[in-house]
C-alpha cells in the first residue's frame, strides 16, 4: 500500500490478475447498482420517491425502505442526524455555469421520460437546484439535467444525453 494523502491506496502485486488484460478493456459488469442514503422521515421519503418520481417500494422496516430507482436498489435509512439537511452545507462545483452539488446521485434516463418527469416535477412546485436545462449543447456529452433536493437535503440529479453511447466519452 502506498499512501496518498489521508488513506491507503492498494497496489496491484507483481503477478496479480489485472481485469484489464482479461476482459480486454475496462471492468464491465453487469449488475445492479446500490445506495444507502439518510433520511428524516421514511413515510415522507416514500412519498416523494413513489407519488413523485414514480419508484416503486421492495423490502420496508421501521428503521428503513428499499425503493427501486431506476431499475437500481436505494435504500432510505432512517438517520435525521445525518441527513444533508441536518448538517448543513454541502460543497458545490462549477459545471457549465452552474454550481453542482459534489454530493448527489442520480440516474441517466432516455430523454422522453426526462422530459415527462421534469414536467412533474415543475407542476409539483419543485424547488430546483438548477432548472431543467441542456448542458454542453453541440459538444461532446451534450445532456439534459436538473437537479433538485429530496425531502431530507439529499441532492438528485436526472439526467439524459442526446447520444447516450457518450456516457463515458472524453473530448479530445
Keep these: 500500500m502506498t499512501d496518498d494523502g489521508d488513506r491507503a491506496v492498494p497496489q496491484v502485486e507483481s503477478g496479480s490478475q489485472d481485469l484489464t488484460a482479461t476482459t480486454g478493456g475496462p471492468l464491465v459488469v ?41 431499475g437500481h ?39 422522453p421520460t426526462w422530459d415527462h418527469l421534469a414536467k412533474r416535477l415543475t407542476a409539483a412546485g419543485t424547488e430546483f437546484l438548477i432548472e431543467p436545462h441542456v448542458r454542453f449543447e453541440g459538444e461532446v456529452g451534450e445532456q439534459a439535467t436538473m437537479f433538485f433536493h429530496d425531502p431530507s437535503g439529499n441532492a438528485v440529479e436526472l439526467k439524459s444525453f442526446a447520444d447516450r453511447s457518450q456516457v463515458f466519452a472524453a473530448e479530445d
Design 30 to 70: 453487469e449488475s445492479l447498482f446500490h445506495l444507502a442514503f439518510p433520511v428524516a422521515d421514511l413515510e415522507v421519503t416514500r412519498a416523494f420517491y413513489v407519488q413523485l418520481l414514480g419508484c416503486s417500494v421492495g423490502r420496508t422496516s421501521d428503521r428503513w425502505i428499499d425503493l427501486d430507482f431506476g
Design 73 to 111: 436498489q436505494i435504500t432510505a435509512h432512517l438517520r435525521p442526524d445525518e441527513t444533508p439537511a441536518a448538517r448543513g452545507a454541502v460543497g458545490a462545483n462549477a459545471v457549465d455555469g452552474h454550481q453542482v452539488p459534489v454530493r448527489h446521485f442520480g440516474l441517466i434516463l432516455d430523454r
